[in-house]
């Protein structure tokens, strides 16, 4: 098992910053990819990020590119989420996963085995 906490939303206006935080216990944390996902009032879960087990390799939904940027600290198990420019459109609840998954299909939600609680972003214009 695998028990994941977000931290660091909140609520800020446009073109303001952020970082989310995700912090890991249980199982090696190294040994699992992460990925963050989001989801808006009456919309679907979205993908937004995701990285791997190694930190080699990232992927980005195009609507976050050069906006959000991931990054991950096995030793504190800890991965973080660098959000920039922030616009009224991403107003959801973030939400960090684990997957064993190493690289393909690390955009789709169905590939992760843990999920956190998620943590609020709200974006006033």
């Known amino acids: 098992q695998v028990q994941l906490v977000e931290s660091g939303g909140g609520s800020v206006q446009a073109g303001g910053s952020l970082r989310l935080s995700c912090s890991a216990s249980g199982r090696t944390f190294s040994g699992y990819a992460m990925g963050w996902f989001r989801q808006a009032p009456g919309k679907e879960r979205e993908f937004v990020v995701a990285?791997?087990?190694?930190?080699?390799?990232?992927y980005y939904s195009d609507s976050v590119k050069g906006r959000f940027t991931i990054s991950r600290d096995n030793a504190k198990n800890t991965v973080y989420l660098q959000i920039n420019s922030l616009k009224p459109e991403d107003t959801a609840v973030y939400y960090c996963a684990a997957t064993q998954v190493s690289y393909a299909g690390l955009a789709s939600a169905s590939r992760y085995d843990y999920w956190g609680q998620g943590t609020q972003v709200t974006v006033s214009s």
């Open positions: 990285i791997t087990w190694s930190g080699d390799t990232t």
